[in-house]
């Protein structure tokens, strides 16, 4: 493994509550990479107690927030400069992952475990535009954009 220095950053953001619990979960893949966390709540803290930054909340009730929120997520992307961005929802990680997008960093959704029936709100949208887009949930995935590559819990 190289030095922590000159690894690679990855970007992992999320809303609090189940997203966060979930992006966690995800922490062993990101084993070869400085892991930067970002989430809706300033006390949410990595286990290993890496690097962890706030983002301000997004939801479908106040769409007027998206658009400061966007250039917020812009600036957090260019500063940080990551070699890849992953989120499991919901909306602020939706629109760091647009960020990253339109930066030309590579995205990776990934869908609740909690979304059995259907992709969440936020999947549905990010499906259009990330490179990665799993679901958690093998009849949700498809021959196009949608991948099951099992489940976190």
């Known amino acids: 493994m190289s030095e922590p220095g000159s690894r690679k950053r990855l970007l992992a953001v999320s809303s609090s509550g189940g997203h966060w619990q979930q992006l ?19 006390e949410s803290r990595p286990a290993d107690g890496g690097t962890s930054l706030r983002l ?14 966007l250039w917020e997520a812009l600036l957090l992307v260019r500063g940080l400069r990551p070699a890849v961005i992953v989120s499991t929802g919901a909306g602020p990680g939706l629109l760091v992952l647009l960020a990253g997008r339109l930066l030309g960093v590579p995205t990776v959704w990934v869908d609740s475990v909690a979304n059995a029936e259907r992709l969440s709100m936020s999947g549905w949208l990010a499906r259009r535009f990330v490179q990665l887009h799993c679901s958690q949930w093998e009849h949700l995935a498809d021959e196009g954009r949608t991948k099951f590559l099992g489940r976190m819990l």
Not at 37 to 42: I, W
Not at 58 to 68: E, G, K
Request: no cysteine; hydrophobic share 55%.
């Open 24 to 42: 966690l979960l995800l922490g062993e893949a990101f084993a070869d990479f400085d892991v930067v966390y970002a989430s809706t709540v300033a």
């Open 56 to 69: 301000r909340e997004v939801n479908r009730t106040q769409p007027w927030l998206a658009l400061p929120a």
